[in-house]
């Protein structure tokens, strides 16, 4: 998890994203033999960011090459809570769902939308 604002690319954070899918890309998920490919799980990267942090196309790009699902959840204040450190965080977004297209139906149980984001 990076907490930044703007564009998050391949090269953010000395390349750090870009080893975070090979990484998922090589993991037991990933590296399932083609004959049961239906059956294995799809191996994700998920960034957890701020309303105002955008996943760039060189990443979805990328991930869809690798078969890497990636996926965004959005966090903010909570401002009903009495500490100013807690935060809410949305549900999950597919960022490049297209890659579930040859899988097995997968179905995420997120914590819900949040509204009313900064």
Known sequence: MKFTTGDIQLSSFDHQVIGYIDVASRSPAGVVPASLATLRPTPIVEFVTPS????????????????????????CDAPSTPSPTDMIVGSRQLLNPEVLASRFTVSFRGAGRVSGLR
């Open 52 to 75: 105002n942090a955008v996943i760039g196309l060189s990443v979805i790009t990328k991930a869809n090459l690798e078969t890497v699902l990636i996926a965004q959840r959005i966090v």
